[in-house]
């Protein structure tokens, strides 16, 4: 019975290391700004662990935010309104994302000629 016990002990705590590495790894991509690899490993993480979505899911929004913001700056105005909405499918009350989405929308309708496009992109920050 004890080295039953001690091999689901070891099970678990290999389990519970691997799970936060899996979030380290998620962290250290958004660290580097790799967005969309670290979207994937804090989905994957909330997948086994919904009930930290209050803690992982602010994560998941900034890493949606700044891949419009990489998005726009390169003038995929498309791509940037699918992920300034998506930052608003998850919290429909980030009003950032709002400005960012008619941003977008406006670069989508307006074109990259346009000055006002143009200056409102040049200063658009990263969430940190």
Same mark, same amino acid.
């Given at each position: $019975? +004890?080295?039953?016990?001690?091999? $689901? &002990?070891r099970?678990?705590?290999? +389990?519970?290391?691997?799970?936060?590495?899996?979030?380290?790894? +998620?962290?250290?991509? @958004?660290?580097? #700004?790799?967005?969309?690899?670290?979207?994937?490993?804090?989905? %994957?993480?909330? =997948?086994?662990?919904?009930? /930290?979505?209050k803690?992982?899911?602010?994560?998941?929004? %900034? *890493?949606y935010? /700044?891949? !419009?913001?990489? $998005?726009?700056? =390169?003038?995929? *105005?498309?791509?940037a309104?699918d992920? @300034?909405?998506?930052?608003? @499918?998850? &919290?429909? =009350? &980030?009003?950032? #994302? %709002?400005?960012?989405? !008619?941003? +977008?929308?406006? *670069?989508?309708?307006?074109? =990259?000629?346009?000055?006002?496009?143009?200056?409102?992109?040049? @200063?658009?920050?990263?969430r %940190?």
């Amino acid at each position: $019975a +004890a080295s039953v016990k001690s091999e $689901a &002990d070891r099970i678990q705590k290999e +389990a519970i290391a691997a799970e936060q590495k899996l979030l380290d790894d +998620a962290n250290n991509y @958004f660290a580097y #700004s790799e967005f969309a690899g670290a979207v994937k490993l804090y989905e %994957k993480y909330l =997948t086994k662990h919904p009930e /930290n979505v209050k803690q992982v899911q602010p994560q998941i929004i %900034k *890493c949606y935010y /700044n891949l !419009g913001v990489i $998005a726009i700056r =390169t003038w995929r *105005c498309d791509t940037a309104a699918d992920y @300034f909405r998506q930052v608003l @499918f998850i &919290d429909d =009350t &980030d009003n950032l #994302s %709002k400005e960012a989405l !008619g941003l +977008a929308r406006k *670069c989508q309708q307006l074109g =990259t000629a346009d000055v006002e496009v143009r200056k409102a992109v040049a @200063f658009m920050e990263m969430r %940190k």
